[in-house]
């Protein structure tokens, strides 16, 4: 079985014995926790639309190792055509959900670790690429979801991992036994980590040569012994367990971001990927980071396809929408997505071949891509904001929207245009605050600036990548003071 059903999936996370804590409480059975579905149903829709004929090009594909049919969030890139058809398998995915759907983490994971362990291998003498091929003809035989794992809680950003004051601000080796190593620390931020079935641990920045012990990836399924997770909160997050769909905005799906605690957590040697090669952790974080910022060229631009169509219709049902500067708004909107998206498709076909023979995009373009993405959702939400008015904001509860006798005064004063039902506005409009004001914001806005690396972390990588003395050289043959040999006629 290369494909598994949502069914199947959820099957699977029911099975899952993890020790969570919400709200200073162990949660039992949160698959069914009403906070916590939203993310499970975003999730699942990648097994949902794999089993679709209409999506099989874009959501399956043929396995590199295996030659089997296998999901494309379990893929190695094998040509610059599956790296845009990742891009637009994302778009795809956020136009369906409208939130982050979790599972792209681990497929950038993957790709990266895939070949840097090979060219670690080739340096070192190692045997972490071979025993990497074999964790990923377990992951795509079993369509399995892997939560790629880098963020530290970091402690004193001023210090480096072995100079701060608590040496677990990073995670790290405290045991190498004979047949595996123990590992302590946290990692933060994790996208979708109790919705996977593994982790896949990397290292989360450049390291000294004496920093060893912060020098490591490996690979343990979620539920592994010593692991504690703590669900992450977000605006609005209980309006979740509130009766009712409307004040919800997203009423099917949201995002999940959890506090990931490895408290001495053993890991066999078959699962280690890297162990105290320092001299390969800024390629492994840059290219992870830059297969992420790619990713972004499409599930962002998919979910604000959904918030512009938001915007055209909450201007519709406003009577709005003939307003030349509403027009223009959403125009903007358009323009500023469709760029997101044009960065996507471009880091994708620039992308090399790397020597392990999976595809890695364009750096640079792709680090552009995310600095983009750090910025205009930003403004497509503004634009969205000024369209939809106020009422977002201060319109009453679908309580009150229910309530026998303040119910039709409620309705009869939130009516726009006659021919438009006051709940279609509502829901409009709790949708639009959800995703700009909302937990959704966590997906569209705040994961915008700081997933995948915080604005700067682009801005350090692009004023490493663009060649600016090539640059100067043109500026200066043009003008005449470096010679010109190319205008011979
Ligand atoms: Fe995937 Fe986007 Fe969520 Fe990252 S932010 S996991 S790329 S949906
Ligand atoms: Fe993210």
Known sequence: MTLKTPQEYLDDLRKMDIKLYMFGELVNGYVDHPMIRPSI????????????PEYEDLMTTTSSLTGRKINRFTHLHQSTDDLIKKVKMLRLLGQKTGCCFQRCVGMDAFNAVFNTTFEMDAKHGTRYHERFREYMKYVQDNDLTVDGCMTDARGDRSKSPGDQDDPD????????????IVVRGCKLHQTGMINSHEILVMPNNSLKETEKDWAVSFAIPVDTPG?????????????????????????????????????????????????????????LVERFAGYHRQSYGGCKVGVGDTLIGAA???????????????????????????????????????????????????????????????????????????????????MPSEQDFNHPEIGPLVAKYSTTRSDVPAEHRQRMLRYIENLTLGSGAVGYLTESMHGAGSP???????????????????????????ENCDVTW
Not at 170 to 180: A, M
């Open 41 to 52: 149903n975003a999730m699942a829709m990648t097994y949902q639309l794999a089993q679709d």
């Open 169 to 180: 601000a990073y995670l790290r080796i405290v045991e190498r036994r004979q047949n595996g």
């Open 227 to 283: 692991m504690v997770y703590v669900y992450g909160r977000q605006s609005s997050d209980t309006r979740k367990m509130e009766p009712g769909s409307i004040d919800k905005g997203n009423i099917y799906f949201g995002g999940q971001e959890i506090m990931t605690i490895f408290n001495d957590v053993f890991v066999p040697w078959e699962r280690v990927f890297m162990n105290g090669e320092t001299d390969f952790t800024t390629m």
């Open 312 to 394: 055209q219709a909450i201007a519709e049902y406003n009577g709005a929408a003939k307003a030349s500067h509403v027009k223009d708004k959403i125009i903007e909107m358009c323009h500023l997505n469709e760029t997101l998206y044009a960065c996507g498709i471009a880091c994708s076909a620039e992308g090399r071949k790397t020597a392990a023979g999976n595809y890695l995009i364009d750096l640079l373009l792709a680090n552009i891509c995310k600095q983009n993405v750090t910025r205009f959702p930003y403004e497509m939400s503004r634009l969205v904001q000024d369209i939809a008015g106020g009422y977002m904001v201060t």
């Open 456 to 482: 700067q972390a682009q801005r350090i990588m692009i004023s490493r990548l663009v060649n600016l003395k090539h640059r100067k050289e043109l500026a200066e043959t043009l003008c005449g003071i470096r």
